[in-house]
């Protein structure tokens, strides 16, 4: 019988992963003895069925990514605030796409960032005023890894994406003031040379330089560091995207600036997050490039692991220090002149890895149970409950205030 209750929160994204990742999770809990309900905020019933499940009784917690629901409101403040209610959120994009979702404060509300990059946006330029900390993703097992042997798997090189073309997001740049537009070109030629600061410290850097500071009035400088992350994904994505073309892969998301007639390179469309886990179980190679960050493990990386297929992503001295004891993951320069290259061989490496048929079922199982060790469910949740006692002790500590 379930010990605690709590209500999950989920709302728009991309191919529904958040809904599903949300899911997984709320599941998991059932072995903690959390009884979850999950409450779409998309959903036009959606207020009606929080309103059901308050008249129940308080949850014990409420959680969510991205800081849906967190924000919610009465007139006497923040809700959970004012019913007692911790809110965990777990905080995968940078604060600067959607800074509303970030900017919920209460007592209860705590905000576990993803890596450090956007844990240190928050602190520094938001100064933030909820409890936060970084906590990367625990990522779901997949129960089709074991379906195909590696070697029999039908898909060998596979990137799952959508691509923007770079150049439409540079084309509204040409109607903003010159002095923006410039600092636009500065930080994204710098970011691309080889990314040695976040995104928000080389824009901030860049407007330092031309001696313009923004106090407490954040909102061209928040946009001028969207701006410059979609310009530098979108070019780092497309030049993974033309690898695997040449390569003669699979593609799936929408790529609709790439030339699909004069390739070898199949593209199938966006698939839901819901059936992922087969693909990803049915291919020997995986493909990615990570958000524009120093300190994160994106979820395809781990998604990989837990396929037990290869992962050959955009590099970073973060990632090769923290997944240097995953063989199976092959990291490539893509900010360098010598990228196709490197891809080449990786590429080649990988196929000669395969050749031995026990030592690669060997060292992709070993991968898939260290990463479930480090970056499971079990872990990620196990870590969020602990933020719940910590709320209460917080409570039991209020004489301090």
Known sequence: MAQFSAIAFVGQNANGILAWWTKCIADRMAMYGV?????????????????????????????????IGMALATEKGNLWSNLKVPFISSMGDAPYYSPALHR?????????????????????????????????????????????????????????????????????????????????????????????ETIGQIVAHAYAARQIHFGERLA???????????????????????????HGGHLFGDWPHLDKANTRAVFHGALPARELNKLYARSRILVNTAPCTLTAIHERILAAFQAKAFMLADGSPFLE????DYPSFRPVPIDSPEFADAFDARISEIQETGKDKFATRSMLENVQKKAEATFG?????????EFILLNRTEAESSFYA
């Open 104 to 196: 919920a404060v209460g007592v209860g509300l705590f905000n576990l960032y993803a890596c450090h990059d956007f844990y240190d946006f928050y602190v520094r330029f938001f100064k933030g005023k909820n409890f936060a900390t970084v906590l990367p993703f625990g990522y779901p097992t997949n129960p089709h890894a074991n379906d195909t042997a590696w070697q029999q798997r039908d898909l060998e090189l596979v990137f799952v994406k959508t691509g923007v073309n770079p150049e439409a997001i540079r084309e509204p740049w040409g109607g903003l003031p010159k002095m923006m537009r410039d600092v636009l070109e500065e930080a994204s030629a710098v970011a691309l040379s080889g990314q040695q």
């Open 377 to 385: 469910l079990d872990r990620f949740i196990s870590t969020m409950l």
């Open 321 to 324: 220090k923290v997944l240097g």
């Open 220 to 246: 061209l400088f928040l946009r001028s560091c969207q701006h410059v992350d979609a310009y530098v994904r979108a070019v780092r994505a497309d030049r993974m995207a033309r690898q695997v073309m040449r």
């Open 35 to 67: 009884s979850v309900q999950i409450i779409d905020m998309l959903q036009n019933e959606w207020t009606a069925q929080l309103d059901t499940r308050l008249k129940q009784g308080r949850p014990d917690f409420c959680f969510s990514f991205q800081g």
